[in-house]
Structures are given as C-alpha cells and as structure tokens.
C-alpha cells in the first residue's frame, strides 16, 4: 500500500491546477490512464470564458449562464465561479499561460477576446485555436519537475475503497482507490484522506463525438459504485459543429469560428438559422445542434455546411491555425471551400453532485472540472464556461480539503484480489459491447428523445450491463474492460436520468413532453446508488 496527502485521478486543467496546489502543502498521487497529456482539455479549441474587459461585467456574463442554462443553473455556484474567474486567470499567466493579445486604436497591447453563441460580449481568452493544449503544456511543465508529485501515467483506476466497503462503523468515507498499473497488469492499492476526482466526462458513449478516447465517465461511474449522489446525467450538451469527413473522426470545428462571422448553410447553399433563433448562428449550442439536425432530418443529408469563405485567408490561417492545417491536410481549404459539420457529443453538463468548494457527498471524495455537478450549467453549458470552472473549482477544492480533518480513526486497507481470474479469453466481447452502447446511445438517446426509445435503451443496456459484470468478476481486468463497465454505468445514468424528466429543457429535448415545466421539473435530477 502506497500512502499520500492528496490522490488526485485526472490530468486536465482541474487536477493538474489542483496538484500544484496541494503540492505545496503535502506529498500527491497524480493518476492519469493514459499519458500527461491526454485530457478533454488539450482537446479544448475555444477558451476561456472571463470578464476581462471595461465594457463586460460580473452581471452579464452571470446573465448569460443562467439564461443559456434554461433554469437549472445555481446562481451561487455561477457567481462564485463567474467573479472568482479574474484571479484564477492570473495565477494561470503566472505560471506561463499564453492567452492571445491585439493592437487597440490607441496601439497599446490588450487581450485578444473571442465571441461563442450565448455570450452578449466578447470575452473568450484565447490562444489561436489551440487553447486547452497551451493550458495543459504549462501546467504539465510545472509538475514533471515538482519534487512532491509522483505522476503515475497509464494507471487506471478501478474503485474507490470507503469505510462503507471496509466494515468501518463511522460516516461512510472514501479513503483510497485501487488503480490497475497496466505496465504490470497489478491492481495497486493507494492510501489517502483526500481524493479528488479530476477525470473529466463521457463522450465516448456516443458513436460520434469531439472528445478524445479516454472521456468513457469513469469518475462518475466509480462515485456511483462508491454510492456518491450523481446529478443531472440527462443533460450532454452536443456540438452543433464536428468536423464530417471519412479520414477524421472527432474534429471539432471550435465555435469561435461562427464568433467571427461563419455562417451555417445547408445541402441547397441556404442560411437555415434566421428561421431558429433570432441569434443566428451565435444561439446557444442546444438551439444551434437541434437545428442543424432538424435540417439534416428534414432534407435526409449527411451534414451541412459551415462557411467563413467571406473573411480574409490570412485572418482565417492566423486565427484558426490549427482547424485550418487539420482541414487542409483532409483536402479541404476553408479559405476558399464551405465546411461540412454534424453534431457530436461534446460535454457533460451533469455529474457527481458537489458543493461549492468541490465537496462531494462522499466524505473524503471530491470532484471538479467536467466530472462535477456544481450547479454551473444547469440544464446547458455557455460556451467556454468549462475550462473556468476548472481551474476556480480546483482552487475552492484545494483550499477546503487542506482545512480538512483527517479521518479520525486509522483504517487497514485490503489489498486487491485477483483470486483465481483468468486472462480474458475472447477480446471481440468487449470491442463488440462498446460498439453496441455507443450506437445504441447514438440511435435512442441523442439530441432528439422519446420514451420510447429511451426505455429500449434502457432495456439493452441492463442486459449488457449483466454481461458486463459477469466478465469484470471472472476475468482480469484491463484497461477495455474498465473503460467499458464503466461506459454501461454511465450510459445507464443518462437514460434514468431521462427517462425521469418528463418535460424539454436545455440540452434535453424529447417529443412526448416537448415543452418545459417549471412547476414539476425546476429541479436537478439526483441520483443514488440503493
Ligand atoms: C469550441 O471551441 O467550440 C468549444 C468550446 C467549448 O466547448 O466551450
């Protein structure tokens, strides 16, 4: 058994914040599945959304949230993460965060700020189109050197060890984890007080989504299983614009694309958005993506375009660099050729329920960034809002957990059992298992619901539940197989978490209760373990 101050499983902006932090007052776990660097983070095109201009304020930006989040948002949460942005904001330039800048009218240098659908003002920070990868490199570069941060990447966790699980008569507490190294194929058994969940969401439960292949909802599944509250799973907010083409999946065309004038178009070269919402292309991603797959429904086409032909080729190469070299190399100049775009499932807006310092309802466990349902987004996300929840709530989560008492009793942890497992025998099972969950979440539990598609989903995903757990307790575990058990339990926390609300709202739209309903539903959907 290792023992350390501070477990944190996750390597986007919100653990590697927070390591850094706690580095500083004790010895930390970081536990990443795959390398450093892969996180939804570096994935991130945008930016950051932060009031950093004369003509924005607190107001506005809190206005826009609560409006984008359909009646759903905290407003405690939303101010406290909206005005605690700035300072974040700085430490992150302290540590070597590059944001973009531009010459004003007077020729003094100030921040070059993005428009994304939802926000009345400019105020994305931003990094050409590669901001989560600039996050994420001066963070990392921080901790590879740290003295007091063991990094322990492709290390899998498999479940959090609580008193609960122990037999401990004491308030149920997490007080470990086991983790799968998987250069050995050993489960090993990690000690602490504090363990911050950090892993991000669950996009790869959909067939098509912009996320990278490590956002299976681990986290949440494990609070699950640990018997953690999980809040508002129903609500997976789709992007409205993922790059369509046979060569590359999961290509996000970022928003800031239709922030500097992108129009969408359809199959027959027409402006189809001015018939959705009178903010166009800038509405907000849930209104955007339903329109888009309305058109595609409607007219039976693959995709629709996405055109910023109209704008300087060379404001095009310096703004979007990235989007521009990526496309180029598919055979695709934007400067000169539409785009063509789906929606795909981009973010999670629900997760493990916390409190506003990141305290989950499972003492000792907290969780931040994606993972976490702070209250934040409600029932759909503003655009960029993610990446500074992440980095003010992995303060808020520091600063409560290292006033925190330590467990008050000491605790023998047991050690992980393989007992007589065998190596799994037929491998096809579970490629085949994760094939059928994300497409069956494609078919029945997509941008557009009914009851009745979700509740066949529901019942596919009980039986391949079953199947799931009799190979979890008769065979090894590896990687596949934790990602995909972990994938069915989260699959199955959206479909409940849908199938309970009986109305529209935000990101969850479904034909047999199309409108909204404040007076039954003007509540988070909370779920527990029985
Ligand atoms: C984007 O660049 O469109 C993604 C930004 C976000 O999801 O917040």
Sequence with gaps: MKEFDFIVLGSGIAGLSFALKAAEKGRVAL????????????????GVACVMSDEDSFELHIRD??????????EDAVRKIITEGPERIAE?????????????????????LGREGGHSKRRILHFRDTTGREIESALIAQIASHPSIDVMENHMAVDFITTGK?????????????????????????????????????GKVYLYTTNPDIATGDGVAM?????????????????????????????????????????LINGRGRRFMEHHNPQKELAPRDIVARAIDAEMKRSGAKCVYLDITHKPADFIKSRFPSIYETCLRAGL??????????????????GVKTDLHGETSLRGLYAIGEVAATGLHGANRLASN????????????????????RTPVSIDLTEWRSGSVQDVDELVVISHNWEEIRRLMWDYVGIVRTDKRLQRAATRLRNLHAEVQEFYWNFKVTTDLLELRNLVTVASLVVDCALSRKESRGLHYTLDYPDRDDARFQRDTVMRRI
């Excluded at 809040?231 to 409205?240: L, V």
């Excluded at 100049?333 to 629900?350: F, K, L, N, S, W």
């Design 31 to 46: 536990i990443t599945k795959r390398n450093l660097s892969d996180s939804n983070t570096a994935w991130a095109q945008g």
């Design 65 to 74: 949230t609560l409006d984008a989040g359909a009646g759903l948002c905290h």
């Design 92 to 112: 992150l330039v302290q540590l070597g965060v590059h944001f973009d800048q531009r010459e004003n009218e007077n020729g003094q240098n100030e921040l070059d």
């Design 166 to 202: 122990l037999g401990y008569a004491m308030e149920n507490s997490c007080v470990g984890v086991y983790v799968l190294n998987e250069a050995t194929g050993v489960v090993e058994t990690l000690r602490s007080d504090v363990t911050v969940l950090a892993t991000g969401g669950c």
């Design 223 to 263: 609070a699950w299983r640990a018997g953690a509250a999980i809040a508002n799973m129903e609500f997976i907010q789709f992007h409205p614009t993922c790059l369509y083409h046979p060569a590359i999946n999961s290509f996000l065309i970022s928003e800031a694309v239709r922030g500097e004038g992108a129009i």
């Design 333 to 350: 100049d934007i400067t000169r050729e539409q785009i063509p775009v789906v929606p795909a499932a981009h973010y999670q807006c629900g």
């Design 386 to 405: 993610s990446l500074l929840e992440g980095v003010v709530m992995a303060h808020n989560a520091f600063e409560k957990a290292t006033r925190r008492q």
